[in-house]
């Protein structure tokens, strides 16, 4: 948690600088740049990795020669914490400029100062400029001082057979690379003092399944030191959707994730909110979240713990050094369902 990545795009190559600020004093950094082209035009995206920050308050901002407009940022590293909070969003996919940038403004007053923002894929309709456009914009409150915790959803693929991850999310997200060779970026663990959160890319599993479950009962051995592990997948174990179902996750993935007590597996794909499992049941509890306004019935009430669907919904999840508190909410913000996990 002591590393930070940063990316931006723009319409048109630009020689842009990254300043970081500590203290008064300015460190300037070139970020590397790529030019993505697709059938949706050209965008070029400026990526930034800092490792091994110490801990204490930044200030950054990105300017380029003769661009009046200056990007500001800010962000604490913390390496010692008593607790942290994560915002769960579920999938989004805004495609038509709906009501999200006033929901999300709404949730960054709530919610402005946790530690991270939880994405389990489907942020966007389609990989285009235009769907990230709405949700850059949407989450703007938040991207200029929180970090970001996506895994990509089946939407930042292109559509096809054997269907392959839009060009701008690994620019986009640069996330850890301490994932499988073939998932680098993708599939990935971050640790925080008090949790591993382990974010794994479900899409096409059928062609890394050996890999990702090798990858991943390895990072979940090296688990001495993490209080709780939170396993995030677009593709989840327990569909909510009706005649929905994940062979590999439920009988190649799950057995790991309960061999290995994991605290929660957080899901998403389903349109609908589904919890399985509780505090006095074995772990993981398996939690299905949707953030969208596009909404799926939920299949059958009685195959889950909990379940709702018709509206936007988010979580948060408080984690302290003996107890994860979870909670899920309505668009309204009304409290929909909680419970409390003992470290185990
Ligand atoms: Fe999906």
């Known amino acids: 948690m002591r590393d930070r990545s940063f990316s931006w795009v723009n319409g048109t190559e630009l020689p842009f600088q990254f300043t970081l600020v500590r203290d008064s004093v300015e460190v300037v950094y070139q970020p590397s740049h790529s030019t993505q082209v697709t ?26 020669k003769d661009v009046p407009d ?14 942290l909070d994560f915002l769960l969003i579920g999938d989004i996919q805004d495609g038509k400029w709906s009501e999200d940038p006033a929901f999300f403004k709404e949730l960054h007053d709530r919610y402005a100062d ?36 996506p895994v990509p959803g089946n939407h930042e693929y292109l559509l096809g057979g054997l269907s392959s991850l839009g060009k701008r999310y690994i620019y986009a997200y640069p996330m850890p690379t301490n994932g499988p060779d073939n998932k680098k970026g993708r599939t990935y663990y971050i640790d925080y003092p008090l949790v591993r959160i382990i974010g794994l890319d479900t899409n096409m599993l059928v062609t ?27 593709h989840g174990v327990h569909s909510v959707r009706k005649g929905r179902s994940n062979p590999l996750m439920k009988y190649g993935i799950d057995p790991i994730l309960r061999e290995y007590n994991v605290d929660l597996l957080l899901q998403g794909h389903d349109h609908a909110y589904s919890r399985n ?40 999840i408080h984690i302290t050094s003996d107890t994860l508190y979870f909670y899920s909410f309505k668009q309204d913000h009304t409290l929909f369902d909680s419970f409390k996990l003992p470290r185990n």
């Open 208 to 234: 890394n399944y050996f890999s990702t479950k090798s990858w991943l009962k390895n990072v979940l051995d090296m688990l001495a030191h993490s209080p709780f592990t939170i396993v995030m997948g677009h």
């Open 114 to 149: 946790v530690d991270a923002v939880l994405f389990v894929g489907d942020m966007i309709e389609r990989p285009h400029d235009q769907y990230w456009s709405m949700f850059s914009t949407s989450l703007a409150p938040f991207s200029k001082h929180i970090p970001f915790i």
């Open 277 to 316: 499992g509780s505090s006095n049941s074995s772990r993981p509890i398996y939690i299905t979240q949707s953030t969208s306004m596009k909404c799926y019935a939920v299949g059958d009430p009685d195959d889950h713990d909990a379940s709702f669907s018709g509206e936007r919904m988010y979580s948060q």
């Open 70 to 83: 200056t990007l500001r940022g800010a962000f604490s590293i913390q390496s010692q914490c008593t607790d």
């Open 39 to 64: 059938g949706g035009g050209t965008t070029h995206s400026y990526n930034l990795r800092l490792k091994g920050l110490t801990d204490g308050e930044y200030q950054c901002y990105i300017i380029a």
